[in-house]
């Protein structure tokens, strides 16, 4: 079954969109929110009159969206429940960080969709959510395969953003190896250091070598410990009192030296 169209015609439809040819930042807003709710490229729209030619898709993907939720996990269709706004631009919209879309729209009375594709439209895309999707034992199965690679794309924006872009690494170290045992201790580093620059073609990262650039991390194994959370995302881990990058110490004693040394790196490049 799938649910009753929301505000279609004054919100989402291909006819509000302006002609894709024309390139204006102010125009991004609908047109994104449409682009993204039919579930096609903004170039399909080319050859099609926006304003009495409707995308084709565009009803179904709709329905869908308010009936099983936003389809922004990767290809997987994610519950309303799952997915938290964590950041806004406007102040009138602050009330919606730390909830998820669907216990605010069940606070104000809405449907999940109208209030998610309102939102969007208020902050003109400036909203950031987390998504609370994933699976603990294929997190661990996956960590185990021979060519994994540790990461994270967490970022330092939003009023509360991921806690994974303080406390990755840090989590690797402390739960998946010392609590855990998921992983050896050199394994750990391993999958965290040499194997992603290899993987990105850092030819002079990740090892600890003569002629290397000297990203060094001191941690104690046996106190490394993420301390981010949900609720309390800007929290730095502890365990690790010094951090050099590029031979400059950002991290001196446990106590943050403003040092900035680091910078963009591109493959093969040093």
């Not at 009495?52 to 179904?60: A, D, F, L, S």
């Not at 996990?73 to 919209?93: A, L």
């Not at 995302?233 to 010094?242: D, N, S, V």
């Amino acid at each position: 079954m799938r649910a009753t169209l929301i505000h279609a015609p004054r919100d989402i439809r291909v006819e509000n969109l302006p002609d894709p040819k024309i390139v204006d930042p102010t125009d991004a807003v609908i047109r994104t929110v449409a682009t993204c709710v039919c579930g096609s490229d903004l170039w399909d729209y080319r050859g099609i009159n926006p304003v009495t030619e409707p995308h084709p898709m565009g009803h179904e993907y709709v329905g869908i969206v308010e009936e099983v939720g936003s389809d922004g996990c990767m290809g997987v269709p994610v519950d309303w429940g799952w997915i938290e706004i964590n950041g806004v631009r406007r102040p009138e919209n602050a009330h919606l960080v730390g909830h998820t879309v669907a216990e605010s729209a069940a606070r104000a009375g809405r449907p999940a969709a109208e209030l998610y594709f309102d939102t969007l439209t208020s902050e003109r895309l400036g909203t950031s959510c987390l998504m609370h999707v994933g699976h603990e034992d294929n997190v661990r199965a996956i960590m185990r395969h021979r060519t994994h690679t540790g990461g994270s794309d967490g970022l330092l924006v939003g009023d509360r953003p991921h806690p994974r872009a303080w406390g990755t690494f840090p989590r690797y170290l402390g739960r998946y190896v010392r609590e855990l045992g998921v992983l050896g201790l050199e394994e750990c580093v391993a999958h965290l250091t040499g194997r992603p620059a290899r993987r990105l073609g850092l030819t002079d990262r990740g090892l600890v070598r003569e002629g290397f650039a000297a990203d060094l991390v001191l941690f104690d194994p046996l106190s490394v410990t993420d301390t981010a959370t949900f609720e309390q995302p800007r929290q730095r881990a502890t365990g690790l009192p010094y951090v050099l990058v590029n031979g400059v110490p950002v991290i001196d004693d446990d106590r943050p030296t403003g040092a900035v040394p680091g910078g963009s790196l591109r493959r093969g490049s040093k």
